[in-house]
């Protein structure tokens, strides 16, 4: 590894750092509009063409506003929170494979900060830690409410990280591997001919489990205990405002976009486009930097899918009384997942000759 | 990084953690930090076991030490459950009132 | 320069670890735990054990640490009186300086130069020792667990039973 080497590496981790933090004011926008689609109603249009400059507005207001600290807050904790519920977000970023690689020169770089053989495990452990934010800032706001938006976070994370780490299992097994980027490799080609060769067709009970216990993790509705605007007043942000509350929304998004980074991969073939090889579309292109940039392409199209699909339940079912919330966790997505793991093992011990 | 300087400061901070542990185990008043300071002794071990393995070559270090992280965490769940029981019938969690468990 | 890396965490974790028995309010030495739990998994990343690390984060500050701040903030405890007496400070000292020592003797005497064949164990080879080798201790820890979950079980469902004083 040489100095230009290192450079490339420095300017890829910025870029792909920069790259995931502009799906926040897309997500802003694309959150704002599909909700009025849903509530038959125009949504944000004032500011700019088709209301587009709406997330830039929200962001100039953010960061105009006083950043309060109440006069009974343990400063410290209070002030480091939203640090260290964005800083996980994005630490979690750096195992994402966006693409196969691109080339300066005779030398390839991967599209990926660094490939870990132990990516998916380290995303899970690095994602686990998002939740000190919630329960630091919960806990230094001096506030009842706060308080219990922080100890029902806790509880949810730590009950609905098995079920996460349940239903993906079965994939890992599957394929042998915990680098994300060999799982997507082993995603190409088809499926009886007619399918595309994603996981989600062999694992769809383990998308199911992960994909409800991605909902939990990430505090969203219909799980979004810990802030429940109509019990909570706003749950662990409570006595948040400006840029430590929009760092609190920021980790959210990150993690949603994380999430949905981490079931692309592993359910739904990555970066590669379906019923065409990345041999079949370079041949066609004949550069392996336009074929990089189609790939990332590709990628984040599968991701705003998933985004999507976030909001579209966010604003289509009720929210999930907290006895429910727990009695889904250990009654129901546990047990699916140990099941699939028991099918996947005899499945693989029959068909498999590996 | 196998040269021979390191492995005495792993040694070192690994006994050095053990024995931050065993200082706070004796001389806190609260359960709480009382446990954490077990679980500090507990990742000095770790240490420790991690650099044998790395020097040694050989897999039994790290095994255990994955053993030890699973039971660590069974060991964490059980205990705070015990300080919580302690703490609803005593209202502290200061182990000077916790007297009557000298049986 | 690895070396330098090295030390710098290695001081890092120990100061972290030292302010969890110093800080008087349990909160923070919750939140110095956490830190020093970062440095250890730092350190096993440096001793080429990536997979101990990330275990290490997943469930020492993502499990662990999580039940103790939880516990903390249920019971919320004042911070006065944080120390015993000063016998109990003297002794400790004196124990841990003595134990320190013997282990300091016993393993830097004991210290064979390392092997040239040293490797990192993948994970591959983790998953498969778990399931030749280390079967039997495997299967008892699985057991282990479930006594653990029953027990931890019967303490929250007896709590209920307790009346209130």
Redesign the interface.
């Known amino acids: 590894m040489d100095q230009f080497d290192f450079i490339v590496l420095a300017v890829k981790t910025l870029v792909i750092l920069v790259l995931i933090i502009q799906v926040v004011p897309v997500m802003i926008y694309l959150e704002r509009k599909i909700a009025a689609l849903i509530q038959d109603r125009p949504g944000p249009n004032r500011v700019g063409p088709l209301g587009l400059l709406q997330p830039v507005a929200d962001a100039l207001k953010l960061l105009m506003k006083e950043d309060p600290v109440p006069s009974n807050v343990n400063k410290f904790l209070f002030q480091i929170a939203p640090f260290l519920a964005v800083m996980p977000a994005c630490l979690s970023l750096a195992a994402l494979p966006l693409g196969d690689f691109f080339e300066i020169g005779d030398r390839k770089y991967l599209l990926q900060i660094a490939d870990l053989n132990v990516g998916l495990l380290y995303i899970f452990a690095i994602g686990s830690l998002g939740i000190y934010g919630t329960l630091f800032g919960g806990w230094a706001s001096n506030n009842k409410f706060s308080l219990i938006g922080a100890m029902r976070s806790a509880s949810q994370i730590v009950s609905y990280e098995i079920p996460l780490a349940l239903g993906v299992t079965g994939a890992v097994m599957m394929y042998g591997t915990l680098s994300l980027r060999e799982m997507v490799f082993k995603q190409s080609g088809l499926l009886l001919g007619v399918l595309p060769n994603w996981g989600v067709f062999y694992q769809p009970l383990g998308f199911l489990v992960f994909f409800v216990a991605a909902f939990a993790e990430t505090n969203r509705l219909p799980f979004d205990l810990p802030e429940t605007e109509a019990e909570l007043v706003a749950g662990f942000h409570t006595e948040y405002g400006s840029m430590s509350f929009a760092s609190f929304f920021m980790a959210e998004y990150m993690a949603m976009t994380t999430m949905s980074a981490v079931m692309t991969t592993v359910y739904f073939g990555g970066w590669q486009i379906p019923y065409l090889s990345d041999e079949a579309l370079f041949s066609m292109i004949g550069s392996r930097n336009i074929l990089a940039l189609i790939q990332v392409a590709v990628f984040f199209t599968k991701v705003m899918v998933f985004m999507c699909i976030y909001v579209w339940v966010r604003w289509t079912l009720p929210r999930f009384r907290f006895d429910q919330l727990m009695k889904l966790s250990w009654g129901n997505l546990i047990p699916i997942g140990l099941i699939n793991i028991v099918l996947t093992a005899i499945g693989l011990y029959f068909w498999d000759k590996r | ?13 690994a ?16 359960a ?2 009382v ?3 077990i ?2 002794m507990l ?1 000095g071990v ?3 076991l ?2 044998a ?5 050989s ?1 039994d270090g ?2 255990l ?3 030890i ?10 205990g ?6 302690l ?3 005593k209202h ?3 182990t ?1 009132l916790y007297k009557e468990l000298q049986g | 320069m690895t070396d330098g890396i090295f030390i710098a965490i290695g001081i890092f974790t120990l100061l972290c670890g030292s302010s969890v028995i110093l800080c008087k309010s349990p909160v923070y030495s919750a939140f110095s735990l956490i830190l020093s739990f970062f440095g250890l998994a730092g350190l096993y990343i440096l001793l080429e054990s990536p997979f101990i690390a990330v275990i290490q984060v997943l469930v020492y500050t993502g499990a662990i640490v999580v039940l103790f701040v939880y516990v903390v903030m249920l019971m919320n405890p004042n911070s006065s009186g944080a120390y015993r007496n000063w016998i109990f400070m003297i002794v400790s000292a004196f124990l841990a300086w003595a134990v320190s020592l013997y282990l300091l003797k016993a393993l830097t005497l004991g210290v064979a130069p390392a092997v040239g064949g040293a490797h990192a164990l993948s994970l591959k080879e983790v998953a498969t020792l778990l399931f030749t080798k280390y079967l039997w201790p495997f299967e008892i820890l699985s057991i282990f667990l479930v006594v653990m979950i029953v027990a931890v079980f019967a303490l929250a469902k007896q709590s209920k039973e307790t009346p209130n004083e």
């Open positions: 990084m196998s040269n021979f300087s390191s492995v005495y400061w792993t040694q070192f901070i006994i050095a953690l053990i024995g931050l542990g065993m200082v706070g185990f004796l001389i806190r008043r609260n709480i930090v446990l954490m300071s679980e500090l990742n770790n240490l420790l991690i650099e393995a790395h020097r040694s070559g897999a790290t095994m030490v994955v053993f992280i699973t039971i660590a965490a069974g060991e964490v769940a059980v705070l459950g015990i300080l919580l029981n703490y609803r019938i502290s969690s200061d000077e």
